[in-house]
């Protein structure tokens, strides 16, 4: 069974700083993309960024130049370091991956349960 579980979210000032890691575990052959979503209130979810096993990166326009997403592929780790945090950022943030099980081959896209960011004005 494969999970991927946040840490990190919560309650910062305007202008503030957060990072949110997640991590993967379970049967892992090998995890392709690696991203982060949020879904605000009343909103879908929608791409904050991801990054490919090689290091490519991708940003939603709204956070480029203020979140930076890496991962460690020894770890099977995903993190985002959020700096000059809005309250327009504040959202339900998701972890997801799409991950080789390692028992069955096949390629599945996963989520985690989500960790909440709070941003005050």
């Not at 993309?33 to 949020?38: E, L, V």
């Not at 959202?91 to 991956?97: E, G, Q, R, S, T």
Request: glycine share 10%; with cysteine.
């Amino acid at each position: 069974q494969v999970q991927l579980v946040e840490s990190g979210g919560g309650l910062v000032q305007a202008g503030g700083s957060l990072r949110l890691s997640c991590r993967a575990s379970g049967s892992i052959f090998v995890i392709n993309t690696m991203g982060w979503y949020r879904r605000a209130p009343g909103n879908g979810r929608d791409l904050v960024a991801n990054i490919t096993r090689s290091g490519n990166t991708n940003y939603a326009d709204s956070v480029k130049g203020r979140f930076t997403i890496s991962r460690d592929n020894a770890k099977n780790t995903v993190d985002l370091q959020m700096n000059t945090l809005k309250p327009e950022d504040t959202a339900v943030y998701y972890c997801n991956a799409d991950i080789q099980n390692a028992d069955t081959v096949w390629t599945r896209n996963y989520w985690g349960h989500g960790t909440q960011v709070t941003v005050s004005s």
